[in-house]
């Protein structure tokens, strides 16, 4: 087989190239390796390989010719040294910070956090005897007055999910390696385009490949992108012992979904940077955040770490949660989901379904209000979703 990467081409060049791995056959798109294992030529190349003395694949669970395309694809285009692709964006959070701490360690983490994530620190890690202290992600000095002697990694998301508040990664990167900690940045809402967590500092990028990277509802995926030797001490072994792996048929769909990746987010945060311009001062808004306006309350933040806006808009309506599901249950093309990233536009109300499981006071300071909604902006027209969006307004 010939491998393909070309660092010297440009970043939609190398998502439609780079990783491929041609059989004789001369295939044109990636060939789809649908097996679970491998034969050996003989017993003693069986135990070559299993000693790592011989390259091959041994069983899909280690390692799979497509998703070793798709790792490297999304290394490629991460600018990683090493990737390793997991079941779903969950399996990819869970496995970097499990990979990185052992009970007696502690995790500090954003407070502002997707549901599931917070609920790895703050829950999962604890039963294992590692400790989780949460801070407010903007405040610097809360991640200093968190550091303990035991400290071993931190862990954040910017944009947060779904208030769209913005962290410093390179200032938060600093005070985790003057701890001794390993900074994990999820990078879902920024997506790999507009936003470079590696070249700011960070050790380790988690996403959620169900989101942009696929971005046409198809599959889950996740992966965890970091430096060789991050992956192959923290990340390899664990994943390859409990087993979250990544479907190669799911890794094929990913591979196709990078290859469209640009003009997708592009297109879909120009759609969103026009929609938060038009509804910003709409009387129905009480507030409306979006990275890519000048209003944002962290902009000179955003000038710094991001390079556009997102396809993701947080508004508030008036009437609070009343008022949210009026405006929700009003919209005809946009639809109702807890998903995001998608060809097709879709709103979450978090306060009932992703950060359900909150207290009110909880989701406060996470920035999550009744009347917030979530809208990830989709690929369709622009004029057609503006009006759904002021359609449903008026319901408010
Ligand atoms: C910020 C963030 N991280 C992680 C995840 C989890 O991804 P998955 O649903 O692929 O497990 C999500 C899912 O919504 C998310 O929004």
Redesign the pocket.
Known sequence: MTNTRCPRFHLETRLVHDGQERTPLGETSEALFLTQGFVYESAESAERRFLNEEPGYSYSRFSNPTVTMFEQRMASLEGAEAACATA????A?TAAMMGQVQAGDHVVAARA??G??RWVVEDLLPRFGVGCTLVDGPDLDGWRRAVRPETRAFFL?TPS?PSLEMIDIASVAEIAHAAGAALTV?N??ATPLFQKPLALGADCV?Y????HIDGQGRC???VILASAEFIETKVQQFLRMTGPSLSPFNAWVLLKGLETLPLRVERQTANAGFLADTLHDHPKVRRLTYPGRPDHPQAELIRRQMSGGSSMIALEVEGGKEGAFRFMNGLGLIRIS???GDAKSLVTHPATT?HQRFEPELRAQMGISDGLVRLSVGLEHREDLLADLLGALERV
């Open positions: 779903s964006g969950m399996a959070v956090l997707f599931s994530c998301e999910n999820d879902v809402f988690v959620s490949a169900t989101k889950l995926g996740g807890n998903n995001l992703t």
